[in-house]
């Protein structure tokens, strides 16, 4: 039977980080891009020359979540210790001190597609909101269950939340709950929206390493779960136009999808136990970073080209 062979050679590497890269995320000019780590560091990067632009200081814990503004024009960081802080897109200098924002590890921050407000999500529970102008918290923070992602749908006007116990939809302006159910059997790890809004995928923990697709009118699952992955799916990413599905797990691989027929058409194999991925702007290239301390970066195939192997381990490229 054939199967997938996973790509080991990456593009190039991007290595500066002295721990685990715990988040990344690209900027709308496609020439840089901004990594966070168990070194309790940022670091800005020259997606071009492959140099580091700025090293940025000031978390007491290790960072584990960040996010650009649409604009690029904040930088939001989150840490181990329940803190954030912004930082200029341009200059990366910090733009307010450190904030107490939650009580435990900040696993998800993501900007609202107009880039007023900052919701964050946390082990405490609690996923609050902050205005972006004056970084204070905006209205009551949602409780749920040890929140793990949260993602803003393209047109701003709900809210995911993947909680363990269950994945619940909300309106982030009236904060009325819009749906809750029950997406994986144990814990619900990751989110993405597909650019339409039709769509919401999670991933799942070790005990479910699936990803499930669901209609956002209905909130019902749409065909069967995608398998392939072994390990908790950190994170789920969809490129531009909306044909590829990246997904990152702990199983040290980054699986691409083709959206239209669910089908992985490319492994890429990190060195090590994966935490963080991205498409880059352009979606031509995954970069992916975790425990190796280091991001790789992976280009993506033609859309219609999977590579297998036979049972004599030749290489074949079939287009579809």
């Not at 604009?71 to 960081?77: F, K, M, R």
């Not at 009325?176 to 059997?185: D, G, L, N």
């Amino acid at each position: 039977m054939s199967q997938l062979i996973p790509s080991t050679t990456p593009v190039r590497t991007f290595e500066d980080h002295k721990d685990t890269v715990w988040a990344i995320a690209v900027f709308p000019d496609r020439r840089r891009m901004i990594a966070g780590s168990g070194d309790r560091s940022l670091r800005l990067w020259d997606l071009e020359t492959g140099v580091v632009l700025k090293k940025m200081e000031g978390h007491s814990w290790g960072v584990s979540a960040l996010a650009v503004s649409r604009d690029g024009q904040i930088i939001a960081s989150g840490d181990g210790g329940g803190e954030i802080i912004a930082w200029h897109g341009e200059t990366g200098e910090s733009l307010t001190k450190p904030i107490k924002a939650h009580s435990n590890w900040i696993n998800s921050v993501d900007f609202s597609p107009d880039g007023a407000v900052l919701a964050t999500g946390s082990g405490d529970s609690m996923t609050k909101f902050w205005c972006t102008k004056t970084w204070q918290m905006q209205g009551d923070p949602i409780k749920c269950d040890h929140v793990r992602c949260i993602r803003y749908s393209p047109s701003g006007e709900l809210l995911a939340i993947a909680a363990y116990s269950n994945i619940q939809i909300y309106n982030p302006a009236t904060r009325e709950r819009v749906a809750s159910f029950k997406a994986h059997p144990w814990r619900n790890w990751s989110l993405a929206w597909t650019p339409d809004g039709t769509r919401l995928l999670s991933g799942g923990d070790e005990f479910d390493p699936t990803i499930r697709e669901w209609d956002t009118l209905t909130w019902q699952q749409v065909g069967h779960p995608w398998e392939g992955h072994t390990d908790h799916i950190w994170a789920i990413d969809i490129d531009p136009t909306g044909t590829f599905v990246a997904s990152a797990s702990y199983d040290k691989h980054v699986r691409l999808w083709r959206l239209s027929d669910r089908r992985n058409i490319a492994i890429f194999e990190h060195s090590y136990l994966l935490c963080s991925m991205t498409f880059s702007v352009d979606g031509r290239h995954i970069l992916s970073g975790g425990c190796d301390d280091m991001i790789s970066e992976w280009k993506v195939p033609h859309p219609k080209a999977s590579f297998y192997f036979d049972s004599h381990h030749t290489t074949r490229a079939f287009f579809m």
